[in-house]
């Protein structure tokens, strides 16, 4: 395993010539919009090919800043006919729109059907619009690493405003939070939403609530009960110390307060209290309030320099990840796998212990040079 | 000891004897099962049918619950209406091919629409291209559908047209063609399929959301009643359903739940529920099962009378009726082997036959391949005619009522049925389930479990997964001219210069005011229509008003 | 990571009959085949942009209408318009067997008529998909 100079902007992989050119190749013509090439590079990154996510370092230095919204929600909420109206109204707007949409592959046989484009698919021809469809392919938080790397690819290639669209159930759409600048959380009246929203660490997540098929019954209901958790939430991250009114949904909110996962390096919760907009998707009822919510969120946290923040808070995920993920691959393969098991002999035969061990095995891997791997490095 | 413990006892006995023996000669399978998987047993006996009283649950014919029939007579009165679907290409074409069945001994016409005509395009939409005439006639105005009717007296001959989005607008053509040989509308007979919920679920020529599409359907009901009144205004249509992938028991339970809509639509805009129901017609499938299919229309004619009395209060007993047209099962016609085609076609006509039906379509041999040669809808109509002349079916009524089997099938089929009534019921009705993707979701279940068993080999397809056999490739099939949509588009030129243009505006932005509003749009319609204007334009005009749907999709 | 072939399965044309486009989606899915699904009424446009932007290895394409003629060529045109005719495309519905060599000759791979057990058609994906990937 080769390590690169750690003041160099990037690091060689182990990937062969070839893909490592391909990519390289592929990554230029994205950033030229072409088409083919945006596709062909998303799915290398989604096949996890080291020299795809080599070449997203092509992107760097290009200046092109994307804002990314988050759709999440539980299925049939209308999230893809949301989409495909916010497409429309960003289009007239004049920006290039990508739509990254998220759907669960099947746990069984591994496929996917992939069916959120089909809502949008007036816009498929298209030239100022992108539509890609991804499965989640095991990934548990609804969204895989490729996402957030497709996301970049979008972005380099023009799109300056990309929605991520995933289905949220439970806990999974928590993971939106590390690619959105942006969360929009979608709930419709009568799926018993009410209760999914309270699931801890949601309600937190979103920046916009929308009540979609809102000339349902209850919609009504379900907008005041969300706007009251909302203001419980506030309150309760001020420091307030409230009483918990028994059978009221934020009374809960209280109460469930104390063991509430806080996202806190990852999401900052705004001074402000998220705004809730009705929408009737399917014709379009709402969509011009939804999207102006949007541009207002960017044009507020790019003056309070929250959005900056939420980046660099979710870069530092990334890197964290990705570090743990390349140390732990160090030490599963090649001559980090031997040594080891080299170390663990040495703790069972009482010569070494656990934390000694686990240093040196670090140190090892953060300064090992030697034989093994390509020499391939991209300096800037 | 009574007769029923003697038989229990007899019955026990035999059970005991035949299951011992089962170790030497077994049965075939394993299980057996109806084309829709509900369990057959080994034999059916009085036991079986102990709870069904005849008066409350068959009755006589003509009589509530029509379990036998709609009529006293039946066949005996009047044989069934031989109704052929048919049309394709040019309204030319397809006239000369009604004229060639009516010769042939047809009793009624079946006009079969192009895709662009059925979802409200005209022959030079883009979308219309490759599509002219492929299906079925191209209608793009009032002058195509004149061709169409020439020299068909239409005060003699009843018409049903397979239209459903734009059905308003093909009836008011077929009004004006009538109009302008003289012909009252009062004294017009036929039918509209006119049943835009199964087109959300299996059959997709859809334009409008439901809402709009409802309001247009109750603008039928009310204007017919009035001034159609032999006019059947709405095919409520289970066929597609079942060639979708639908169960027998789903075919009828997901059918009825959509007739269950459209009455209380119409109810709701107003229309008291004798003056429209009486009009009501259905439309269902002929599938292999013989006897599991004629269970089936039993069972739905039951289960609709009690709707129709029960729930709806109709106090006309045309209102309890359930009137329908039977088409033989497409989906079961087999590509391989295509002779075998018509053996299965006069089987299901049969079931449909025994099964009460008022009209009945029977598919050609070709069917999997092409449209029907002139030879092969030949056939297919003499098939009907030597079940008529022939068999003896058709010279008593419901001759297969008592038997322990079938009376015990269409009982469970009924049970069945409510239960997914109710069930469809409590999500608010067929509209909300269709929102939801249920109806969806059961239909296509039902179609990936019909294909893994056939694909397992559980069930066999005969000359398709057993019995192949090595074949030419069939010779004579019907091709359509590609030259139909030059001529249809060169003819919409030559129309569009020579009407009165202005007028056409006139009435086009009457009828958009009208739709806005809530006016009954069938008058307008038909000024439309009389103006030359063409059906894409006037579809047109409601999509500006409606909107298009847009489909919830399921897995 | 195991690289899922990707399949377009499309409706070109206003044909509505999608009982054998869902359970073929199906089927590949169950097969491990990524299925994207575009729907009803599509346009070969929006099949090929479609094929394009999703990097799909294959586009399925199903008719009843008879429109085939007109339809499929058009979508092997696009195809190759875009330089994408690397893509595998077959079709299924109701195709007379005697359009089959016009159909091949414009650079369909195959046609699946009715009656084709799914097996048939997912392994054929998979023995071509392998082939194209080796010839990359």
């Given at each position: 395993?080769?390590?690169?100079d750690?003041?160099?902007?990037s690091?060689s992989?182990?990937?062969?010539d070839?893909?490592?050119?391909?990519?390289?190749?592929l990554?230029?013509?994205c950033?030229?919009g072409?088409v083919?090439?945006?596709?062909?590079?998303i799915?290398?990154?989604e096949?996890?090919e080291?020299?795809a996510?080599a070449?997203?370092?092509?992107?760097?230095?290009?200046?092109?800043v994307?804002?990314?919204?988050?759709?999440?929600g539980?299925p049939?909420?209308g999230?893809?006919t949301?989409?495909d109206?916010?497409v429309?109204r960003?289009?007239?707007?004049?920006r290039r729109?990508?739509?990254?949409a998220?759907?669960?592959s099947?746990p069984?046989s591994?496929?996917?059907?992939?069916?959120?484009?089909?809502r949008?698919?007036?816009h498929?021809?298209?030239p100022?619009?992108y539509?890609?469809s991804l499965?989640?392919?095991g990934?548990l938080?609804?969204v895989s690493?490729a996402?957030g790397?497709?996301?970049?690819?979008l972005?380099?290639a023009?799109y300056?405003?990309?929605f991520?669209?995933?289905?949220?159930?439970?806990q999974?759409?928590?993971?939106?939070?590390k690619?959105?600048d942006c969360?929009?959380?979608?709930?419709?009246?009568?799926l018993?939403?009410?209760?999914q929203?309270l699931k801890?660490?949601i309600?937190e997540?979103?920046?916009i609530?929308v009540?979609?098929k809102?000339?349902r019954?209850?919609a009504?209901?379900?907008?005041?009960?969300i706007?009251?958790?909302l203001?419980t939430?506030?309150?309760?991250?001020?420091?307030?110390?409230?009483?918990?009114?028994?059978d009221?949904?934020a009374?809960?909110?209280?109460?469930?307060?104390?063991e509430?996962?806080?996202?806190?390096d990852v999401?900052?919760?705004d001074d402000k209290i998220p705004?809730?907009?009705k929408?009737?998707a399917?014709?379009?009822?709402g969509?011009?309030?939804?999207?102006?919510?949007i541009?207002d969120?960017?044009a507020?946290?790019?003056?309070s320099?929250s959005?900056?923040?939420?980046?660099i808070a979710?870069?530092?995920?990334?890197?964290?990840?990705?570090?743990?993920?390349?140390?732990l691959?160090r030490?599963?393969?090649g001559?980090?796998?031997t040594?080891?098991n080299e170390?663990?002999?040495?703790?069972v035969?009482?010569?070494t212990?656990?934390?000694?061990?686990?240093?040196l095995?670090?140190?090892?891997?953060?300064?090992?040079?030697?034989?093994g791997?390509?020499?391939?490095?991209?300096?800037? | 000891?009574?007769d029923?413990?003697?038989?229990e006892k007899?019955?026990k006995?035999?059970?005991?004897?035949?299951?011992?023996a089962?170790a030497?000669?077994p049965?075939?399978?394993?299980?057996?099962?109806?084309?829709?998987?509900?369990?057959i047993?080994r034999?059916?006996?009085?036991?079986?049918?102990?709870?069904?009283?005849y008066?409350?649950?068959l009755?006589?014919?003509?009589?509530?619950?029509?379990?036998?029939g709609?009529?006293?007579?039946?066949?005996?009165?009047k044989l069934w209406?031989?109704r052929q679907?048919?049309g394709?290409g040019?309204a030319?074409?397809?006239n000369?091919r009604?004229?060639y069945l009516?010769a042939?001994?047809?009793?009624?016409?079946?006009?079969?629409?192009?895709?662009?005509?059925?979802?409200?395009?005209?022959?030079?939409h883009?979308?219309?291209?490759g599509?002219?005439?492929k299906?079925g006639?191209a209608i793009?105005?009032?002058?195509?559908?004149e061709t169409?009717?020439d020299?068909?007296p239409l005060d003699k001959?009843?018409?049903?047209m397979?239209i459903?989005?734009?059905a308003a607008?093909?009836?008011a053509?077929?009004?004006?063609?009538?109009e302008?040989?003289?012909i009252?509308?009062?004294?017009l007979?036929g039918?509209?399929?006119?049943d835009?919920?199964?087109?959300?679920?299996?059959?997709g020529?859809?334009i409008f959301p439901?809402?709009p599409?409802?309001r247009?359907?109750t603008d039928?009901f009310?204007y017919?009643?009035?001034?159609?009144?032999?006019?059947?205004?709405?095919?409520?249509?289970g066929y597609?359903?079942?060639?979708?992938g639908?169960?027998?028991?789903?075919e009828?339970?997901f059918?009825?739940?959509d007739?269950?809509?459209?009455?209380e639509a119409a109810?709701a805009a107003?229309?008291?529920?004798?003056?429209?129901a009486?009009?009501?017609?259905?439309f269902f499938n002929?599938h292999?099962d013989?006897?599991?299919?004629?269970?089936?229309?039993?069972a739905?004619r039951?289960?609709w009378a009690h709707i129709?009395k029960d729930r709806?209060?109709?106090?006309?007993p045309?209102?309890?009726?359930l009137?329908?047209?039977?088409?033989?099962?497409?989906s079961t016609l087999t590509?391989q082997?295509?002779?075998n085609?018509?053996?299965?076609v006069?089987?299901?006509?049969?079931?449909?036959v025994?099964g009460g039906?008022?009209?009945l379509?029977?598919?050609?041999?070709?069917?999997a391949?092409?449209l029907?040669?002139?030879?092969s809808?030949?056939?297919a109509?003499?098939t009907?005619q030597?079940l008529?002349?022939?068999?003896?079916v058709?010279?008593?009524v419901d001759?297969?009522?008592?038997?322990y089997?079938?009376e015990?099938?269409?009982?469970?089929?009924?049970?069945d049925?409510?239960a997914y009534?109710d069930?469809?019921?409590a999500?608010?009705?067929?509209v909300?389930?269709?929102?939801?993707g249920?109806?969806?979701?059961?239909?296509?279940?039902?179609?990936?479990?019909?294909?893994?068993d056939?694909?397992?080999?559980q069930?066999?397809?005969?000359g398709?997964?057993?019995?192949?056999?090595k074949?030419?490739?069939?010779k004579?099939?019907?091709r359509?001219?590609?030259s139909?949509?030059?001529r249809q588009v060169?003819?919409?030129g030559k129309?569009?210069?020579r009407?009165d243009n202005?007028a056409?505006?006139?009435?086009?932005e009457?009828l958009?005011?009208a739709?806005?509003?809530?006016?009954?749009?069938?008058?307008?319609?038909?000024?439309?229509?009389k103006?030359?204007a063409?059906?894409?334009?006037?579809?047109?005009?409601?999509?500006?008003?409606?909107g298009e749907y847009s489909p919830?999709?399921?897995? | 990571m195991?690289?899922?072939?990707?399949?377009v399965?499309?409706?070109p044309?206003?044909?509505g009959?999608d009982r054998g486009?869902?359970?073929?989606a199906?089927a590949l899915r169950d097969a491990?085949?990524?299925?994207?699904?575009?729907g009803?009424?599509?346009?070969p446009?929006?099949?090929?942009?479609?094929a394009?932007?999703?990097d799909a290895?294959?586009?399925?394409l199903?008719?009843?209408s008879g429109?085939?003629?007109y339809?499929?060529?058009?979508v092997?045109?696009?195809?190759k318009?875009?330089g994408?005719?690397d893509?595998?495309?077959?079709?299924g519905?109701?195709?007379?067997e005697e359009?089959?060599?016009?159909?091949?000759s414009?650079g369909i791979?195959?046609?699946?008529?009715p009656g084709?057990?799914?097996s048939?058609?997912?392994?054929?994906i998979?023995?071509h998909v392998?082939?194209n990937l080796?010839?990359?």
């Open positions: 395993m080769i390590a690169g750690v003041s160099a902007t690091v992989f182990s990937a062969s070839a893909a490592y050119a391909k990519y390289a190749t990554a230029e013509q950033k030229a072409n083919r090439a945006i596709a062909r590079l799915t290398g990154l096949n996890e080291r020299a996510y070449a997203l370092n092509r992107f760097v230095g290009n200046g092109a994307a804002q990314v919204i988050g759709i999440t539980p049939g909420a999230k893809s949301l989409v109206k916010l429309a960003f289009r007239e707007g004049g729109v990508g739509v990254l998220v759907d669960p099947s069984f591994g496929g996917a059907i992939l069916g959120d484009r089909l949008m698919q007036r498929a021809t298209d100022g619009v539509i890609r499965a989640s392919r990934a938080g609804g690493r996402t790397a497709a996301v970049q690819v972005e380099a023009g300056d405003i990309i991520v669209e995933t289905v949220g159930v439970g999974s759409e928590i993971d939106i939070v690619i959105a969360v929009v959380l979608v709930s419709v009246p009568g018993g939403d009410e209760i929203i801890a660490g309600m997540i979103g920046d609530f009540v979609n809102a000339d019954d209850g009504d209901r379900v907008v005041r009960e706007r009251g958790m203001e939430q506030y309150e309760l991250s001020k420091g307030e110390k409230l009483e918990a009114v028994p009221t949904l009374g809960r909110l209280v109460a469930a307060a104390g509430m996962e806080h996202h806190a999401h900052a919760f705004p809730v907009v929408t009737v399917e014709t379009g009822y969509v011009a309030e939804l999207a102006d919510a541009a969120f960017f507020k946290a790019s003056e320099g959005v900056t923040d939420r980046r979710r870069a530092r995920v990334q890197i964290k990840d990705l570090v743990a993920e390349h140390i691959e030490i599963e393969n001559p980090g796998a040594a080891l170390m663990a002999k040495r703790v035969a009482h010569k212990d656990y934390y000694s061990a686990s240093m095995l670090l140190h090892e891997i953060l300064l090992q040079e030697g034989a791997g390509n020499d391939e490095g991209v300096k800037t | 000891m009574s029923k413990e003697e038989l007899a019955f006995a035999w059970e005991e004897k035949t299951d011992k089962l030497k000669h049965e075939r399978k394993a299980k057996f099962m109806t084309g829709s998987n509900t369990p047993q034999v059916y006996t009085p036991l079986d049918t102990e709870d069904i009283d008066l409350d649950d009755g006589l014919p003509g009589e509530f619950p029509f379990t036998r709609v009529q006293a007579t039946m066949y005996r009165g209406t031989m679907y048919a394709f040019t030319e074409e397809s000369a009604y004229k009516l042939q001994g047809q009793t009624g016409l079946s006009v079969a629409f192009d895709l662009p005509t059925q979802i409200g395009y005209d022959s030079d883009p979308l219309a291209a599509e002219v005439g299906v006639v793009d105005s009032l002058e195509d559908m169409l009717f020299a068909i001959v009843s018409t049903s397979t459903n989005a734009p607008v093909l009836l053509m077929y009004i004006a063609v009538a302008k040989e003289g009252p509308a009062s004294a007979d039918t509209i399929q006119n835009i919920l199964k087109e959300y679920v299996a059959r020529t859809y439901p809402k599409s409802m247009l359907i039928i009310a017919c009643a009035r001034e159609v009144p032999n006019w059947n205004t709405i095919s409520i249509s597609h359903i079942r060639e979708a639908a169960t027998a028991v789903q009828v339970a059918t009825l739940a007739g269950i809509a459209y009455v109810i107003g229309l008291d529920v004798d003056d429209f009486p009009r009501l017609s259905f002929a292999n013989l006897f599991e299919e004629v269970a089936k229309f039993r739905a039951r289960v129709m709806f209060h109709a106090k006309n045309k209102s309890q009726t009137r329908f047209h039977t088409q033989t099962g497409g590509a082997q295509p002779s085609n018509v053996v299965r006069a089987i299901q006509a049969l079931a449909a025994l039906t008022q009209s379509h029977t598919n050609s041999m070709d069917e391949l092409a029907p040669s002139e030879d809808v030949r056939l109509l003499r009907q030597i008529a002349y022939e068999s003896g058709a010279e008593t001759p297969l009522a008592g038997s089997y079938v015990s099938l269409t009982s469970s089929i009924e049970k049925v409510l009534l069930k469809i019921d999500m608010g009705g067929a909300r389930a269709i929102e939801q249920y109806i969806q979701q059961e239909i296509q279940d039902s179609a990936y479990a019909w294909q893994m056939m694909e397992k080999g069930r066999i397809v005969v398709l997964n057993k019995f192949q056999a074949e030419e490739p069939p004579g099939l019907l359509v001219d590609p139909v949509q030059e060169a003819k919409l129309l569009k210069a009407r202005a056409v505006q006139a009435c086009l009457r958009k005011k739709a806005e509003g809530t006016d009954n749009l069938m008058p307008l319609i038909l000024d439309s229509v103006s030359y063409t059906l894409g334009e006037i579809c047109d005009v409601l999509r500006t008003v409606f919830s999709v399921t897995f | 195991d690289r899922k072939i990707r399949v399965v499309a409706k044309g206003l044909d009959h486009a869902k359970v073929i199906r491990g085949m990524e299925v994207i699904y575009t009803l009424r599509q346009t446009e929006q099949i090929v942009n479609t394009l932007q999703e290895d294959v586009i399925a199903s008719i009843l429109a085939h003629n339809l499929f060529p058009r092997m045109e696009l195809l318009e875009n994408a005719d893509i595998l495309v077959f079709g519905g109701v195709i007379p359009d089959i060599p016009f159909l091949k414009k791979a195959e046609i699946f008529g084709t057990p799914t048939v058609t997912v392994d054929f998979k023995e392998k082939l080796e010839n990359k």
